[in-house]
């Protein structure tokens, strides 16, 4: 079972600073990170950054197509507002269809706003008490949503890259 987890932080350079830590923690085999992105959102700045974390994922990652897709629907769609109308609904349901519901991505549209960043991690095998340890002193939120194992599939067929 995978869990997407969003690590939000009070500035616009957090989510960037926060990398090493969760580097560190796949050294120390006390997380396995599938997948992830990076959101810097400067304050004063219409949209968000984003950037796939390539670097840290291998095979079967589900890759810049599912965060192309999920941060679009979070950051991007909502800006556009009613011109989407039916569309957005359908692919808000894509995202349920795969575990992410529209509270999650209601929440984060909330918290993830100007001036602040996020980590989005696919994660699994996370030894919890130490990862949170680890992420306390960075002033971070923690916002996740587990996915069972049919969900997980949907999104990997859906999504996975170079398979």
């Not at 079967?60 to 897709?69: D, I, K, M, Q, Y």
């Not at 916002?143 to 859906?158: N, Q």
């Amino acid at each position: 079972m995978a869990t997407l987890t969003v690590w939000r932080f009070p500035t616009a350079n957090g989510a960037e600073e926060a990398l090493a830590t969760l580097r560190r923690l796949g050294r120390q085999e006390l997380i396995k990170v599938q997948d992830g992105a990076v959101v810097s959102w400067p304050e004063g700045a219409r949209k968000p950054k984003t950037r796939h974390l390539s670097d840290m994922t291998g095979m079967g990652a589900v890759g810049g197509a599912f965060w192309g897709f999920l941060l679009g629907m979070i950051f991007f769609v909502p800006v556009l507002g009613a011109a989407l109308g039916a569309a957005g609904g359908a692919l808000g349901g894509h995202l349920a269809h795969v575990g992410i519901d529209e509270d999650f991505v209601k929440r984060l549209r909330e918290k993830v706003t100007p001036g602040t960043s996020a980590l989005f991690v696919l994660s699994s095998d996370a030894v919890l008490d130490p990862v949170r340890a680890a992420f306390e002193g960075l002033h971070a939120e923690l916002l996740e949503t587990d996915l069972s194992a049919d969900e997980e599939a949907r999104l990997r067929e859906a999504f996975t890259e170079g398979e």
